[in-house]
């Protein structure tokens, strides 16, 4: 039973580009959040995705957006890439909005030059 | 909103002795808590969460947490450490964003583990 999956593992970009990261859930998960977590800090919530509908948001701006898919995988895009937003990106995956744990996938590290 | 604090940046301990790491929390109502450990280059991996019940909570890996209502608390115990323990752990804190009814977690800042042979 394969567990969230990400990809890519790693990425290099240059600021002012744009950025895709994909993430399919955990089996029989329906729900996928993604955090930002930047060197040495606890990761922080960007926003989170069930039935296809962004349902909450942390503190970032519009230029992170993200869809889901019927079949429950997520994308994040970023645009117009700033040096701060180098980080690791985690994607996590539940099971509807009760207290079962997230799931996290290994993360995609993300450098921006 | 609700917060975790985790006050120790490191906690150093010998492989065989007791560890505690420790957690402290700000909630309105009643507080879901979870442990979570991340190994170098690794995503998060869920270790033990507290919903309601027995003060001691059991988890993965020999891990088990202690919930303290007056303290505020939610302490992270082994009481024989490995040295594959080392690694970074966080506590989070469920946060249900309003009435949203959607939740989300907020993570502590970490407190890295050093177990020595």
């Known amino acids: 039973d394969a567990g969230v999956t990400q990809s890519p593992t790693h990425l290099i970009k240059t600021r002012g580009q744009q950025v895709t990261l994909r993430c399919s859930p955990k089996?029989?998960?329906?729900?996928v959040s993604w955090y930002q977590q930047a060197l040495g800090q606890g990761p922080q919530f960007i926003f989170q995705y069930y039935e296809e509908e962004e349902r909450q948001r942390g503190n970032f701006p519009d230029r992170f957006s993200g869809h889901q898919f019927p079949n429950y995988s997520s994308e994040l895009n970023v645009n117009a890439l700033l040096l701060g937003d180098s980080a690791l990106y985690l994607c996590a995956s539940s099971f509807g909005q009760g207290a079962s744990p997230q799931h996290f996938g290994d993360g995609t590290r993300l450098s921006i030059l | 909103a609700q917060s975790v604090a985790q006050p120790e940046d490191q906690v150093n301990v010998a492989e065989g002795n007791p560890l505690t790491v420790k957690c402290t929390y700000s909630?309105?109502?009643?507080?879901?808590l979870f442990w979570y450990v991340q190994y170098p280059n690794r995503g998060l991996q869920f270790l033990l969460k507290?919903?309601?019940?027995?003060?001691l909570v059991k988890g993965s890996y020999g891990f088990e947490a202690e919930f303290n209502k007056s303290q505020t608390s939610f302490h992270l115990k082994k009481p024989s450490a490995l040295v594959s323990d080392s690694a970074l752990y966080f506590c989070?804190?469920?946060?249900?964003?309003?009435?949203?009814?959607?939740?989300?977690?907020?993570f502590g800042t970490g407190t890295r583990l050093l177990v020595s042979p």
């Open positions: 507290y919903i309601t019940g027995d003060n």
């Open positions: 089996s029989g998960h329906d729900t």
């Open positions: 909630v309105s109502g009643n507080p879901y």
């Open positions: 989070a804190v469920r946060d249900m964003g309003g009435n949203t009814g959607f939740q989300k977690l907020v």
